[in-house]
């Protein structure tokens, strides 16, 4: 009897990682992704991501060897300028009062639109909102911040340059700090509360106009700040 209790265990600690049983559960924190794990042409579902808008769909958006901001590969995302590609992953901040996010992110020349990162809010079925992150405009080439309100950040951004970006969020205060290349050119932005931050996004630019956008992201980092 013994023998077969360990038989049977040992099949369904086999089926488990066969069925690869992790691969769905939510990313915790701290939560890293530079997609060098991933195939070319790969779409990383096995670190968490997942579809929320679908641009130009599936055939788009994949692990790319030929742009990083730093190793050999970065997540590459194609929309258009009037339905976007976002893609997000999902992580539970119950317990965090701090929150910090790194990203690097990179339009290239071909894109009509510049692009978007931050907490993915849907309204209705073809509207969303972005909370506590940043959006990388084409219309006057300047970074924006939104909170609560949507504020300048005065930074100018150029196509075909990474930027690495960082974002502070404290829950407590709602207050949210944000960083370009290591110099902070936000500080104290009214945050948007806990309740909209469950789902992680990286996007391109929704505009009201015609062609095809595409932006790259790389080296994503989300840890509970001291």
Known sequence: MYRQCIL????????FVLCGGDNNEEPQLPFSDGFETYSEDEYPSSGGWYELWSGTGDGGTFVVDNAA?????????SGYPNWTRTDGVTVDLGEVNRLTYEVAIMIPSIS??????????RISSNESRN????????????????????????????RDAWYLVKVEIDYDDLLMDVWIDGVQVVSDLEA???????????????????????????????????
Request: glycine letters at 8%.
């Open 131 to 158: 909370y506590n992150g940043l959006t990388f405009d084409s219309d006057d080439d300047f970074v924006y911040a939104k909170g609560i309100p949507t504020t300048n950040s005065g930074f100018t951004w150029e």
């Open 192 to 226: 948007a509360h806990q309740d909209t931050s469950d789902i992680f996004s990286i996007s391109t630019q929704w505009m009201p106009i015609s062609g095809l956008s595409v932006s790259f992201f790389d080296d994503i980092e989300m840890y509970e700040s001291p």
């Open 8 to 15: 049977a265990f040992t099949i369904l600690v086999f089926l």
């Open 112 to 121: 009509s639109t510049g692009a978007m990162i931050g907490f993915f809010v």
């Open 69 to 77: 901001y730093s190793g050999e590969k970065s997540f590459m995302l």
